[in-house]
């Protein structure tokens, strides 16, 4: 089986366990077809087999975005009315609704950037906009976290170890082996899902052998903003090189020259604040993080979507 990277984002067990199943029965609700299979590292790093991500794209981006975005912010009301009810909190609710939310994400971000492009209205465009940006649309689920915590007097580092049918126990008042848990702090780790099964190991997997990087010097991305003429500058110093952008960086993103990412297209965070704070900044360029280290002097030239290393 040949496998490929669908893509990657720093998250706890328990995240990408709710992930997984977001892309399993999440999307073959929502669309009829979903993973059977997918491997999830402790990186944050997500595989799944390439005929299968081969179909699932075409499905999924046939759907009209603003549909789940809507659906996002009617989960979070949800959410929110759930956990209004302090006595009698219905957590495995709110962890059902998390899961829809993860399915309707995956949707809207494969979806929006060709709907953006080609069909959105200027209203629908500075909906997508703000969706992508708006880090309130998910805080109702990190409060639900810590009400659990509090609740059953367990740290929130713990809880994040678990997979859902651990916290599945801890929620129905079942004894669970903590001391268990507690050993997979700061180790490697990855979820296998094979149809309905999620396995955890405690292993780093990476199903697909690592490009051969050491003597690239020159990586491509998309423009998300430019300038005339090319920047020159040191890694880590006036140029920031990341995985991706949150809105929590915008403050350190502002005072570089230029900025680099693996992930994104032109609706990511990156590309989005780069517009709005003319910051420039090249997005997707799958590699960067791999090939630029820091205190590496580059050359980037926002107008062909080019970095070099000097």
Same mark, same amino acid.
């Given at each position: 089986?040949?496998?490929?990277?669908?893509?990657?984002?720093?998250?706890?067990?328990?995240?990408? !366990?709710?992930?997984?199943?977001?892309?399993?029965?999440?999307?073959?609700?929502?669309?009829?077809?979903?993973?059977?299979?997918?491997?999830?590292? +402790?990186?944050?790093?997500? +595989?799944?087999?390439?005929?299968?991500?081969?179909?699932?794209?075409?499905?999924?981006?046939?759907?009209?975005?603003?549909?789940?975005? #809507?659906?996002?912010?009617?989960?979070?009301?949800?959410?929110?009315?759930?956990?209004?009810?302090?006595?009698?909190? #219905?957590?495995?609710?709110?962890?059902?609704?998390? &899961?829809?939310?993860?399915?309707? +994400?995956?949707?809207?971000?494969?979806?929006?950037?060709?709907?953006?492009?080609?069909?959105?209205?200027?209203?629908?465009?500075?909906?997508?906009?703000?969706?992508?940006?708006?880090?309130?649309?998910?805080?109702?689920?990190?409060?639900?976290?810590?009400?659990?915590?509090?609740?059953?007097? &367990?740290?929130?580092?713990?809880?994040?170890?678990?997979?859902?049918?651990?916290?599945?126990?801890? &929620?129905?008042?079942?004894?669970?082996?903590?001391?268990?848990?507690? =050993?997979?702090?700061?180790?490697?780790?990855?979820?296998?899902?094979?149809?309905?099964?999620?396995?955890?190991?405690?292993?780093?997997?990476?199903?697909?052998?690592?490009?051969?990087?050491?003597?690239? $010097?020159? &990586?491509?991305?998309?423009?998300? !903003?430019?300038?005339?003429?090319?920047?020159?500058?040191?890694?880590?110093?006036?140029?920031?090189?990341?995985?991706?952008? =949150?809105?929590?960086?915008?403050?350190?993103?502002?005072?570089?020259?230029?900025?680099? =990412?693996?992930?994104?297209?032109?609706?990511?965070?990156?590309?989005?604040?780069?517009?709005?704070? $003319?910051?420039?900044?090249?997005?997707?360029?799958?590699?960067?993080?791999?090939?630029?280290?820091?205190?590496?002097?580059?050359?980037? #030239?926002? $107008? $062909?979507?080019?970095?070099?290393?000097?």
């Amino acid at each position: 089986m040949k496998w490929v990277l669908l893509g990657q984002r720093q998250a706890s067990i328990l995240e990408s !366990y709710l992930s997984i199943l977001s892309w399993s029965k999440g999307l073959e609700k929502e669309i009829g077809m979903g993973y059977n299979q997918s491997i999830v590292n +402790f990186q944050g790093k997500s +595989f799944v087999p390439i005929e299968e991500k081969s179909m699932i794209y075409s499905l999924v981006i046939r759907q009209n975005p603003i549909k789940f975005i #809507d659906k996002l912010y009617l989960n979070s009301k949800k959410i929110a009315k759930l956990l209004d009810q302090k006595n009698n909190t #219905d957590y495995l609710k709110i962890f059902d609704l998390w &899961i829809k939310d993860y399915t309707y +994400f995956y949707i809207a971000k494969v979806s929006s950037e060709k709907y953006y492009q080609d069909k959105a209205t200027t209203k629908e465009k500075l909906k997508i906009e703000k969706w992508r940006n708006d880090e309130a649309l998910y805080s109702v689920e990190w409060l639900a976290m810590r009400r659990l915590s509090k609740q059953f007097k &367990i740290p929130v580092k713990i809880i994040e170890s678990c997979t859902l049918n651990e916290v599945n126990i801890i &929620i129905n008042g079942r004894p669970l082996d903590l001391q268990t848990v507690k =050993t997979r702090l700061n180790k490697l780790w990855s979820l296998i899902q094979t149809g309905s099964n999620i396995e955890l190991v405690l292993e780093d997997l990476n199903p697909t052998k690592e490009q051969f990087l050491k003597n690239i $010097k020159t &990586i491509n991305g998309k423009v998300a !903003y430019g300038i005339k003429g090319k920047i020159q500058g040191v890694v880590g110093k006036d140029i920031l090189v990341e995985i991706m952008t =949150t809105p929590s960086m915008v403050p350190q993103m502002r005072k570089m020259k230029a900025v680099i =990412t693996n992930e994104g297209g032109v609706l990511c965070h990156a590309a989005i604040a780069a517009r709005e704070f $003319k910051i420039p900044t090249i997005v997707g360029t799958k590699i960067a993080t791999h090939i630029l280290k820091k205190g590496d002097k580059i050359e980037v #030239d926002t $107008k $062909k979507g080019i970095v070099k290393i000097l």
